[in-house]
């Protein structure tokens, strides 16, 4: 079968990775002159199942209207005369509630774990390089309040299969002595043995040079216009390449993995996928002093930031991002954001970076309001969806990938999932501990 990916971030190039190895002939289109030049080309780093916890849950609301205004938040809504926009928030303040919060974190565990030992399969089997750090991730808290209430997330994920350890300030500085410059300030931490970190746009580039050599065709600088859906299914796709010649891109299946994109060009389709662009930044520089550094990857509850340590043939770097700024398709750099990040590291890790040689980023995350990605069937049988990925969609890419390969083979997904478009089923995978049933959802 001939699949045609729309995108080649990390969903995208994972999809095509995972269909070559099922036998299919597969096709990539991006409008970008590289792959991953985009949402994927500067994230945060970390495989993170441990980071499950999604925005939308019952302390949300009051934070998001403690943070109104406030250029420096980490979740910031610009009000905007959008309706998507507005849709999207009253689905999001749906969310927010204890019953949908547990099942939108056992979603999200079971994709993780599978992904992240998907990932792991995937890295000893092909021998991929991509600045790895297999020393965990540990969240600290500055807070007794919101440590305390990472108490119940934290018991559910592990009832999930998800290792993640209620930890003392003490034991954290053990694990990371980079925190002894804050111990007085911490509450406490959790650590998860299992995640990891790395370079998603250096694996990305790796994994796209597997996808070539088991021959993947990859279209870059296409600009993609228009989906057409002829009898039914989608007949083809139009798009301009880098010359402005127009092409038209028939497969027998299709992909749609361009993240924030991904909704504009379904609606046309009569497909409302329930996608908004959450801006997020990252900050990366060059490491300083090696000994203030940190080694082990790190999630900053109060300011809701990711550290990432990156050390290959790129140098020795800082990868710190977070932030959401939701914004509609608005990608400019706010330096007071860019600013609030570099110095809350100096505040964490004083003389560790070079903040003269800091690089800014920003990328648009396709956010749905659970959090949990949309993967599967669309109604058009055709047409799958691989989309909606958020903050994750480095930690969820690979099982993401395999398992929308399997379902366009007419193979059953090995993950206990809510997939859209398919009846719910129960997987028999050893890192899913979890025992309760997930519904699937029509888009």
Known sequence: ????????????????????????????????????????????????????????????PLKVLKWLGQEDA???????????????????????TPARTRHNIEQIVRLGTYSRETLQQLRSSTGLNYDQRTQGILHFYTSQQEFDSAIAPTEQMRELGCARQMISADEAVRLEPALAHIRAQLAGATYTAEDE?????????????LCEAAGVQFLMSHTITALREVGGQLDHVEATDSEGRFQRIKADAYVLSMGSLSPLYAAPLGIHLPIYPAKGY?????????????????????????????????????????????????RDLN??????????????????????????????????????????????????????????????????????????????????????????????????ASTTKAHGSQS
Not at 74 to 86: S, T
Not at 197 to 209: I, P, Q, T, Y
Not at 346 to 358: I, M, N, R, S, V
């Open 1 to 60: 079968m001939h699949v045609v990916i729309l995108g080649s971030g990390l969903l995208g190039v994972s999809s095509a990775y995972y269909l070559t190895q099922l036998g299919h002939q597969v096709t990539v289109v991006d409008r970008q002159a590289t792959p991953a030049a985009e949402t994927s080309f500067a994230n945060g780093g970390q495989i993170s199942v441990s980071h499950a916890e999604p925005w939308a849950n019952p302390s949300a």
């Open 74 to 96: 980490p979740l910031l809504f610009r009000v905007r005369a959008d309706m998507r926009q507005w849709l999207w928030g009253l689905q999001f303040l749906r969310e927010c």
């Open 197 to 209: 970190s790395g370079d998603a746009n250096r694996f990305a580039r790796e994994l796209v040079k």
């Open 282 to 330: 990252s900050v990366t520089m060059p490491v300083k002093d090696a000994s203030k550094a940190h080694q082990v990857s790190l999630t900053d509850d109060e300011f809701k930031l990711v550290f990432s340590r990156l050390t290959g043939p790129g140098g020795d770097r800082l990868r710190i991002a977070g932030t959401a700024e939701l914004n509609g398709y608005d």
């Open 335 to 432: 330096r007071v954001r860019c600013e609030a990040i570099v110095k809350r590291v100096e505040a964490l890790f004083p003389g560790a970076g070079d903040t003269e040689q800091a690089s800014f980023w920003t990328g648009l995350r396709p956010a749905t309001p659970s959090n949990v990605p949309i993967i599967g069937k669309s109604k058009l049988p055709n047409l799958f969806l691989n989309t909606g990925h958020g903050t994750l969609g480095w930690t969820h890419a690979c099982g993401s990938g395999k398992s929308i390969a399997r379902i366009i083979s007419g193979l059953k997904p090995e993950v206990d999932f809510a997939f859209t478009g398919m009846q719910a089923h129960r997987a028999s995978l050893t890192a899913t």
